[in-house]
């Protein structure tokens, strides 16, 4: 992206990796507070899989987590194995195995520059000792002295959209000659033996465990072990390998290879990945009703499912959005091969979505009447309470030719219940017969329970969305006028999260029309501060006050209207840009009132900021005045009007946020309609991530 320096997050890892060797953690990451803003992003991370840091990228200040605490108050904050879960007891701050970590900031003076995590295995003393505690403190002076001077240079680190993975060296690195002597070894041996890096993936097989396991040896490199054999599947057996890797402790699992062969699995981890060794077991009473409680996680197991999805739901925004993480989260995690979800409305079934069901299917549900409660879904909705059917016999005895028209064999039929109500109905399906366990079905319904939540605050959100686009859509110009000699087009893309409206606004408005047509125009552009129904009415405003002035001159047009909003005084300030452009003569007449400037691309493919003087927002002083600028638009020449929310990005400088706008401008094929500009300006903010402010532009073209 232009204008944004290269992170240099890797200059930060001489003091991570001399802290890591002498305090004995194995995992740490080093949080930078981001520019402007009070979140912390994280810039370098080490000794945990991607996969399982991606709720950690961003954590607030203010969040009421332990890293945020160690920054807020200004002091490091220690948590011995299983305090996490005492002392911070929100689901996404809790992990369910044996660790240690600290937090602590990192200081220079008054300047905070972030923070810097480390965990230690579940075998670490309840108390930090006091060695360590140097150590910590030595390496948070190191990185604040780094990022100082980086900052005086120029040249400042930041934290980049994905963290830069700190891999540490190994104590000592085998030969090729001494590497080949180590797998003859493993491959000499009676039982089998694989390794697995920390992501899980397999990086080392022996043919003795290819053979126990019953795959190739080239089947299974590469791959995670239970997506690579469907009997390892079992959330039990990666709750293992998860356990292992978070608290670097050893430990193991026994399962039933089909159709009776019993195998022992012994997890070895380190700070590089696990070591796995692989034996023929005894059907032990333990050992099977481990691998026959087929999905029946492991209390540890089943809480990181819950946390994971608890976290995952509450950034859901749309039901399209719970529909789909439901989808990705429950079905792999409980083993299910089908879902639907159900909610009341007018006394009927409805259905929001569903996963591997046929057309047919869901419409036969979709649309059924809740009374009498001839379908599950129905009847589960006015009872409240679960209903469980593990084989087709079970569901017919109650409803008689739904097994065969559902084309499953076992389902979970979960009531999704919000402020005490009954919203929904979730139905989660298996293609074989299945015993649920008391512990499975406890689970089931206590993930109803965050999926009911969450559906409820979807819907809220879906209404309120609704009912703000119309409102919003019915403030801005349904169409822009027709008008002689000039190409025009205009966009409005909604920030990608929130559900409220905002204060962004175009107008276009004929000037001085005579005989032969329009020959001068207005065109305003602006942006009311905040995102609610007040900003929206404002904007109402600011726009009729615009129309009731327009063909004054410029400064004259928002001095009007900056009257208007002082005298109103609705606690919001307005920034606005406001052009008279006249036909004829092919010339602009500018005038702004802090909005930023307008890029004009010139036939010859240069691209300008116009220079406009700069004038206060709306609403703020009530005799401000407001110089204008004239300059050319001969024709053929393209002017661009927009709003910050095409420009602004969290890090980066205003000014090379419109050098890269107008980069873009100036790349665009010349010629080209103004729609089909407007789309391609557009599509590439679509790129951008969490834009946390809408989107407004308006483009103009004088032509023959």
């Not at 230690?120 to 150590?135: K, M, Q, S, Y």
């Not at 499953?408 to 399906?429: D, E, H, Q």
């Not at 010139?602 to 900021?609: E, H, I, L, N, S």
Request: net charge negative.
């Amino acid at each position: 992206m232009a204008g944004l320096s290269p992170s240099r997050a890797d200059l930060l890892d001489p003091p991570l990796v001399r802290a890591l060797r002498k305090t004995g953690a194995y995992g740490a990451g080093i949080y930078l507070l981001a520019p402007g803003e009070r979140v912390l992003r994280l810039a370098v991370t080490s000794g945990l899989p991607r996969r399982f840091i991606g709720d950690w990228l961003r954590v607030p200040v203010d969040a009421g987590e332990p890293l945020g605490d160690a920054v807020e108050n200004r002091r490091l904050v220690w948590l011995g194995v299983r305090e996490m879960e005492r002392r911070y007891a929100r689901p996404d701050d809790v992990t369910p195995y044996p660790l240690a970590a600290a937090f602590v900031p990192i200081l220079r003076g008054d300047t905070c520059w972030g923070a810097i995590a480390l965990i230690w295995p579940g075998n670490h003393p309840d108390e930090l000792a006091r060695d360590e505690r140097d150590i910590i403190d030595d390496t948070t002076t190191r990185l604040a002295d780094l990022l100082a001077g980086a900052e005086r240079e120029g040249r400042p680190v930041r934290a980049s959209e994905e963290p830069h993975v700190l891999v540490r060296p190994r104590a000592r690195t085998p030969g090729h000659e001494e590497a080949q002597a180590a797998a003859g070894f493993a491959e000499r041996l009676p039982e089998g033996c694989w390794a697995l890096d920390l992501d899980g993936r397999l990086t080392y097989v022996s043919g003795s465990a290819a053979k126990l396991v019953g795959a190739d040896v080239t089947e299974l490199l590469g791959a995670r072990p239970w997506d690579a054999l469907p009997w390892l599947s079992d959330p039990v057996f990666e709750d293992r390998y998860r356990a292992a890797l978070f608290s670097r402790q050893p430990g193991s699992f026994t399962a039933l290879k089909p159709p009776e062969r019993w195998l022992r699995f012994q997890l070895y981890p380190d700070a590089f990945g696990i070591s796995v060794r692989i034996t023929p077991a005894s059907a032990a009473p333990g050992a099977r009703a481990v691998s026959e409680a087929r999905a029946a996680p492991t209390r540890a197991g089943a809480l990181y499912h819950m946390m994971q999805l608890a976290t995952v739901l509450t950034e859901a925004v749309s039901v399209r959005d719970v529909v789909d993480l439901v989808a990705s989260q429950i079905m792999p995690a409980l083993d299910a091969q089908g879902l639907l979800m159900f909610v009341a409305e007018g006394g009927r079934l409805r259905a929001l979505g569903h996963r591997g069901y046929r057309a047919e299917a869901v419409a036969h549900f979709d649309g059924a009447s809740l009374t009498p409660a001839t379908t599950p879904a129905a009847r589960v909705l006015a009872d409240g309470a679960p209903a469980f059917y593990p084989s087709p016999e079970a569901l017919a005895a109650h409803f008689p030719g739904l097994p065969e028209l559902s084309g499953k064999s076992a389902w979970a039929m979960l009531p999704l219940i919000a402020t005490g109500r009954t919203v929904g109905c979730c139905v989660i399906s298996y293609e074989r017969p299945r015993e649920f366990s008391p512990e499975e079905r406890g689970i089931m319904s206590s993930l109803a329970g965050l999926i009911a939540q969450a559906l409820e605050r979807a819907r809220l959100h879906d209404t309120r969305h609704h009912l703000a686009r119309r409102l919003q859509a019915g403030l801005l110009p349904r169409v822009l006028p027709r008008v002689p000699g000039l190409d025009v087009a205009a966009r409005y893309l909604p920030a990608s999260h929130g559900m409220e409206i905002g204060g962004d606004f175009y107008d276009l408005i004929r000037l001085d029309e005579d005989g032969s047509g329009t020959v001068s125009v207005a065109a305003a552009i602006g942006d009311v501060q905040g995102h609610n129904v007040t900003a929206a009415a404002l904007m109402g405003q600011v726009r009729t006050a615009v129309h009731a002035t327009a063909g004054e001159p410029p400064g004259e047009v928002l001095a009007r209207a900056n009257r208007l909003l002082t005298d109103l005084d609705p606690g919001l300030f307005t920034s606005c840009l406001y052009v008279q452009l006249d036909l004829s003569a092919r010339r602009l007449s500018l005038s702004t009132a802090g909005h930023p400037p307008p890029l004009v691309r010139y036939p010859d493919g240069r691209v300008v900021a116009l220079e406009v003087p700069p004038g206060p927002l709306l609403g703020i002083e009530p005799d401000a005045a407001y110089p204008a600028t004239e300059t050319g638009l001969p024709e053929g020449a393209v002017l661009l009007l927009y709003t910050d929310g095409l420009i602004e990005r969290p890090g980066i400088d205003i000014g090379d946020a419109i050098a890269e706008l107008a980069a873009q401008l100036g790349g665009a094929p010349s010629g080209r309609p103004m729609d089909e500009l407007a789309d391609g300006l557009l599509r590439h903010a679509r790129q951008t991530e969490s834009r946390s402010d809408d989107i407004a532009l308006l483009l103009l073209s004088p032509v023959s």
